[in-house]
């Protein structure tokens, strides 16, 4: 279906705002990860984005920049409390 953590976890009814719709502008949608698998680097846009934003962690990603993909079977991610 190509969507991307942000997207699951929204169908899913989780408090995950994705205000932005998934172009790594907002940060509402970050989430820490509790696993030893990789998921890429942070890309640019994503970087930026959590320079700015609050409770940002070692391990802290834009769920929005992570798409759904068989790498992520058995993942634990947390979702970072709201901005405010
Ligand atoms: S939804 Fe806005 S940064 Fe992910």
Known sequence: MNMNL????????????????????????????????????RNDDEEAMLDEAYHVKSNSRLGCQIPISTELEGAEFELAPEES
Request: aromatic share 8%; charged share 20%.
């Open 6 to 41: 942000m997207e699951v976890c929204k169908s899913y009814d989780l408090p995950v705002e994705g205000v932005c719709g998934g172009m790594a502008m907002c940060a509402s949608c970050q989430v820490y990860i509790h696993t030893d698998k990789h998921f890429g680097e």
